[in-house]
């Protein structure tokens, strides 16, 4: 069974920096993209960025610039490096990967607060 295990997550200050990583257990073959998601209370649940096989990034416009995802196939593992982080990143994080036969495994969330 694929599980996906988010870690990273917590309290931060505005302005200041969290890594989020995402590692997947189990037997999945040919992971296409990994994405980071989020969703804040009361709000639908967006993509913040996603990363293909090839490399190729994309990201909302409301964090380009500060966050940079990555990821290490050997080890099944993505990551989000969140810097400068405002009030309104704070949310629920979520990791999805996608394989080439467009099946979807996601996390189950890690919290991010951006607050003083």
Known sequence: Q???VESGGGLV???GSLRLSCAA???IFSIDTMGWYRQAPGKQRELVAGITSG???NYADSVKG???ISRDNAKKTVY???NSLKPEDTAAYYCKFRTATQRDYWGQGTQVTVSS
């Open 2 to 4: 694929v599980r996906l």
């Open 13 to 15: 200050q505005p302005g």
């Open 25 to 27: 257990s189990g037997i």
């Open 55 to 57: 490399g190729s990034t």
């Open 66 to 68: 500060r966050f940079t």
């Open 80 to 82: 989000l490096q969140m």
